[in-house]
């Protein structure tokens, strides 16, 4: 039987519209939504229907056997694995409190159901992937406009100019972002690309500074001090909506170009140019304050530059600049229901909240539970929920993870895959692929907010299950199943739609439930009331910084030079992996089997090293180190060496990505430990490694 469903993509957490075909119960087509995307869809989102046929999953739940990473498992009934799970739990709450208990998940908008269950369980402790993503930018945009990250939408498709520091988008994905991007550059829109080497991004712009490693935020600086000397800001913006301006003025006034070009190894006369060419384009231009950005030790202060510079253009609320995302209140339409229960009152083992009042409480930072693991301060951690999140693929030094692991009693991963923190877990519950599932339905904000909507387009191939299902078995048997008042997705669905006046039926024409016609905007001149800080203005400096001892404008410092023989490790993405867990993807681990080094031509010479060569690289206290081939280019600084994020698995059972490259996270010994105080994220590109010629290769090569 054929069927055609539209449903939302789950191969990365972008989450695109998409609409499936099948017939027989076996994915025949997928694309984009055609009214939303006009059909586009990227190659990971391509390759689903090999996810799903991938034998090389968890096909039905299992509970170890061995010592904890041996891989040996049990394979069990659902209902074992979740008495076996909810028993264990119990046991936790009874010894230690249900504080005790620790859930992470990828965020995003299906949290709640995640959040329900571990406050309605009694703990605090919820947390996310996001010290090792957007927390800088998250709290950078918190600080200065009283949003978070996502308190913004760019309207690229209109703007004459987009700047982007690091923000590899097209290898980077975000597909919606990357067809604006093509409008803008045909519409004749300039782009201005700022990374340590040449990417995807950097060839279709107009303007690129390869800079030195880690000093963006002083070419930014000198961005602000170079439209501010010209008297070319929006002032009426400024006098209007915008606090501490002149603190900046005057802050700024030793960052100028000439010094910011030797900081950054890049021309003045570049910078000049490109401030010419931006003055005639206000308020049309963008700033992007970043996405992943748990990077340098200044990154936080980095995007708040990059907001800074948004303010000077006055971009905020205005047609090609920075816009406010509307939701159903705009439309006149009643929100979504949905799951919740509040927060114990209770101390978070993060410290977040209490010892760090300045951050977002929300998710907290997952790293400082490590600390709190070891030292068992403020109280001890004994259980971690992994739901769909991978703690030794997503934070540095798993190394030191497995040891602080080793304090908790329960470890268990709800996951699609063999995490390598689910290969080292106690039970793996195996959960449906995004295309044999449904998901909760949650609104999309933006100028015309749609609710969206993740449908069943097959039947599951093994024995596995949605995670609404999952959370529903577990919450009954730990007695909070009043929290989770639904048996089935469509009766989650009916609840979730009530207040909203909407049936599932109106999701049937495009996908997706559209709350306005018209794309809302509000007026400029009344954005009063839209920035969340305690002034109620954009905070230029802020009290609740100052108020932790750190600074609203921090002087800034060069980045330290790699110590002699090594490279500063940068790392991103390539655009067919999505972080760790496509590379076992039979469709794209053929497109890209392995990562390889990139590494400067004349760095390369020194150390013997040419193009295609096994390179040994090693961590800074060589604990972990393996070969991998190199890619010996000009368009990379050569301080840096860089590596595409989400290879050197160890898991067996994944023959395709067993050993296959090299792992970054493993690399980057002690960044647990190395975090930015202001902003919460991990300074990932702050660790360094030592690279030699393998002796691997052969004295001479010799073409058969
Ligand atoms: N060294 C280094 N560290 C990094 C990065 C880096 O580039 N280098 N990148 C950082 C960034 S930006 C991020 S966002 C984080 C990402 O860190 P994570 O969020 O941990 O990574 P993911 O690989 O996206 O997904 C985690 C797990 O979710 C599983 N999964 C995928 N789909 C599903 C599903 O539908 N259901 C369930 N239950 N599970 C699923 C995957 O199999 C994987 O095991 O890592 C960060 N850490
Ligand atoms: N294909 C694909 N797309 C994805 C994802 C995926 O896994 N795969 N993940 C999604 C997620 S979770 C995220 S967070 C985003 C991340 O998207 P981005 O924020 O664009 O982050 P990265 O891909 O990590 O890009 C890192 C870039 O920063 C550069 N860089 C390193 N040091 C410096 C520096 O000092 N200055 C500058 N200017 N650049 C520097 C690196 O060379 C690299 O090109 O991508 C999203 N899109
Ligand atoms: S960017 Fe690609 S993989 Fe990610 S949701 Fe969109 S189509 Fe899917
Ligand atoms: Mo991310």
Redesign the pocket.
Known sequence: MKKSVYSMC?M??VRCPIRVESENNKVTWIEGNQHILGGALCAKGSAGPALVADRERPQQPLIREGARGEGRWQKVSWPTALDYISNKLKKIKTEYGPESVVLSS?GGPWQNMYKTFIHAFGSPNYTN??C???RNTHHASLSINGVGRKGFIYDIKNAKHLILFGRNMFASLRIGENLQTMDMLENGGKLTYVDVRQTMTGIKADRFFQVRPGTDYALILAMIHELIRRDAYDADFVERYVSGFDELTYFVEQYTPDWAAKECGIKAKAIHAFIDEIIPAMPKVIFHPG??L?RYKDSFYASRGLHILNVLMGNIEQKGGLLIPKGPGDCGVKGLRALDCPKPDIKRADGVGWKYKHFDKGPGLAHLFFDAMEKEDPYPVKAWI??????F????DPQRQKMSFEHCDLLV?????Y????WFSDVILP?S??LERESTICVQKSLKPRLAIRKRAVEPEFDTKP?WWIFKQLAERVDIGEYFPYNSAEELWSWQLEPTGFTIADFDAKGFVPLTDEPIMYDPLKLEGQFNTPSGKIEIISKKLEDAGLPSLKEYQSPIKPPKGMFRLV???SAVH????TTNNPLLSELMPENSLWINTRAADKLGIANGDLVNVSSEDESYSGPMHAHVVDYIHPEAVYMV??FGKQIPLQTRSYHAGI???KL?IGKLDDWDQAGGAIN?CESFVLVRRSVRNPKRRVEL
Not at 413 to 417: K, L, N, V
């Open positions: 789950g990365c957490t990828r992937h996001d090792t993503c957007g996405w992943n748990s992994a739901m769909r999140h991978d703690p693929s997503g934070m540095p991963s709800i996951d699609t895959h995490s390598e923190f689910g959960e692929t995004y995670g790392y991103g993405r999505s972080h760790g867990h994020h989400g792992s970054d996270q980057m990932l």
